[in-house]
């Protein structure tokens, strides 16, 4: 019975607003972001709220009585988590937590906010000395100016979403042992870096490739192909978190390919700080394979956030691949609402697409399908031609390539 208790899936409702900024289309988008990330936490998702304000409430996000609302739904369906789709300020969070926990030590309502829950992701998918230091720095910093609000309840919690690393350890715990805390990891990731940087220096001269691109796009599949590897890949956010490199060869070609950390919009600022370590990968890096879920009502948009990432790295004028990857679904989508006009105007045939792209991008754009394998040979071919290219330029008296 105990153990049926802890392997309970938790219920959780999501939070988000309208704005000028963020319109309705736009925030139901980020929502059902918000219920994947629920989960891939190994959460259920019970109900949605959506409030349309000029600006989200300084004091508790939405308005009083639309907070009253979410909590009579909360109290009547046992719900486990209320999840707000931005990151709150200790204040708000205090205020929020009060309407759902008036009393801190019997708490049986957890409101964690994205950033949060993203961390909590990480914290249940890194598996390397580097990836977990970086992890805990991230949460660390993030709990740093929000003390006084968790250690109000957090001693009564029992553990799931949101209460893994530091938060739960000890109540008593205050700012200067927190701040030590992170001294100590940054000099920890800083060793790191350097064994890192000292392993990639005897890599000797090979050429990089590295997969980038939004989170759940196919990287990992897509590296199974070309590198003929098991590299983990699964349909949840973050099922990579870790940079993974293998040595390739294609037709005669070698260079080094990485799989790396999807993105993913609203990332939290700590997190990308602490993850630059792991992104040494991208920025050293010679090729950038642009990995994009063709599939995804708003892939642009998706496209927008990695590109603009790579651009806050430094690395957007390396040579990049813009890689479509589900043709397929494309395809299927299309045939699926051939009676829907306006639906089949914002989905041309995949070859009038491809023109369109291959002109945006100069013809540095391939459609492919890493589940139905179409149009993968086509890519290997491209990407050892990069390879070829990308080493004559990098050495150009070198004869030692083949």
Known sequence: MIQKKLLKQESAVLVGIITQEQPAEKA????DELAFLAETA???TKARFVQRLPRADPRTYVGTGKLEEIEIYVREHEIDLVLIDDELSASQMRNIEKV??????????KVLDRSTLILDIFASRAQTAQSKTQVELAQHEYLLPRLTRMWTHLSKQKGGIGMKGPGEKEIETDRRIIRNRISLLKERLELIDRQNATQRKNRGKSIRVALVGYTNVGKSTLMNLIS????FAENKLFATLDATVRKVVVNHVPFLLSDTVGFIRKLPHHLVESFKSTLDEVRESDILLHVVDLSHPNFEEQMEVV?????????GDKPILTVFNK?????EARAARH??????????????LAQTWMAKTNGNALFISATSKINIEDLRTRVSDMVKTCWFEKYPHSHDFF
Do not use: C, M
């Open 28 to 31: 139901q988008e980020y929502l």
């Open 42 to 44: 190994g959460a259920t």
């Open 100 to 109: 759902f926990n008036p009393d801190p030590l019997e708490a049986t309502v």
């Open 228 to 231: 003929k590897s098991e590299v």
């Open 307 to 315: 590109l603009e990432t790579l651009q806050d790295l430094k690395v």
């Open 327 to 331: 043709i397929d679904r494309w395809e």
């Open 339 to 352: 009676d829907d006009p306006e639906f089949i105007e914002g989905h041309p045939p995949i070859e009038q």
